[in-house]
């Protein structure tokens, strides 16, 4: 994939208007004075990117630890972004067809499996051996290696994914390839114009060294319009997580004070209530169709 990064904007495509962002030097960070959105100004070496996304890449969500209370509260977050999406889609639609793009363990697959809608994933980590083992069909090149049928798929949806990609224009496009008309999609992706992220700056849970763009809402809804899709809706989404997969995350991410914090309350928390699930607003959720059939 052509990494666009490095030459300002990449839904714009300018390179004035770019200010450096200072609060997390680590990651040299601009945001485009156009659509707002932020990005990290500079290109990642094929060794970077390998060693990022390794064998490990997942274990603080501990899967290792306890697979069975994971897979619950993500299939339990994926029905929810489906019932969400349900009221967007063209109808009456028998058994549609879902490409889940980046579908880790297969947790997506699982809860539009069990709604009714035939799964399909692409997952290049060896998470993905894990959703194929459930049975599923897992694709495991990316999105774009793939070249996959024209008009093929009712939905694809895009959890935790779209800031990974450093073009986003290029992958947007064959996204719209592949759906057919009127197909829909699905994204959640962390929101750079939240409060969370305006009042925790660098300490945002969000900034990692493999988000590469940061979208706000206008920056969403450029690169959708310019794709040519519609927007039918963008707002805030939710996900059910628990005491050790927020510690994990912590752990992994954000080490410091509030990590150790949490390190130590987790001693006095019963087992059972560090497992059970609490709904948070995490990121933000779009759902947009081909403008060719809306
Ligand atoms: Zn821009």
Not at 39 to 66: C, M, P
Not at 164 to 192: C, N, S, W, Y
Not at 201 to 213: A, F, I, S
Request: include cysteine; glycine fraction near 6%.
């Amino acid at each position: 994939m052509t990494n666009h990064l490095a030459s300002g904007c990449c839904i714009c495509e300018i390179r004035t208007g770019q200010e450096a962002i200072g609060y997390c030097p680590d990651l040299r960070l601009r945001r485009c004075g156009r659509c707002g959105l932020v990005y990290q100004d500079r290109a990642f070496s094929t060794v970077e990117l390998s060693n990022i996304y390794n064998e490990t890449y997942y274990d603080h969500w501990g899967a290792k630890q306890n697979f069975e209370t994971l897979w619950a509260i993500k299939v339990k977050s994926c029905l929810a972004y489906l019932e969400l999406l349900t009221p967007s889609l063209p109808v009456p639609l028998v058994s549609p067809s879902l490409l889940d793009i980046g579908c880790a363990h297969g947790f997506m697959l699982e809860a539009a499996q069990q709604r009714g809608f035939r799964p399909v994933g692409i997952e290049v980590s060896p998470a993905g051996s894990i959703a194929k083992g459930q049975g599923f069909i897992v694709y495991d090149k990316s999105l774009l290696e793939l070249r996959l049928q024209a008009q093929s798929f009712d939905i694809v949806t895009i959890i935790d994914v779209l800031e990974h990609i450093p073009a986003p224009q290029e992958f947007m496009q064959e996204i719209r390839r592949i759906l057919k008309p009127g197909g829909a999609v699905l994204i959640v992706t962390p929101d750079i114009g939240s409060w969370a992220a305006k009042i925790m700056k660098g300490k945002w849970p969000h900034l990692k060294l493999e988000h590469v763009t940061y979208f706000n809402r206008r920056a969403l809804s450029m690169l959708l319009t310019k794709m040519e899709f519609r927007v039918m809706r963008i707002r805030p989404s939710y996900k059910y997580l628990n005491f050790d997969y927020i510690l994990g995350t912590f752990q992994k991410y954000t080490p410091g004070i509030f990590s150790r914090f949490l390190q130590i309350t987790k001693r006095w928390i019963p087992e059972r209530l560090a497992k059970t699930s609490i709904r948070f607003q995490t990121e933000m959720l779009a759902i947009a169709r081909r403008t060719d059939a809306c």
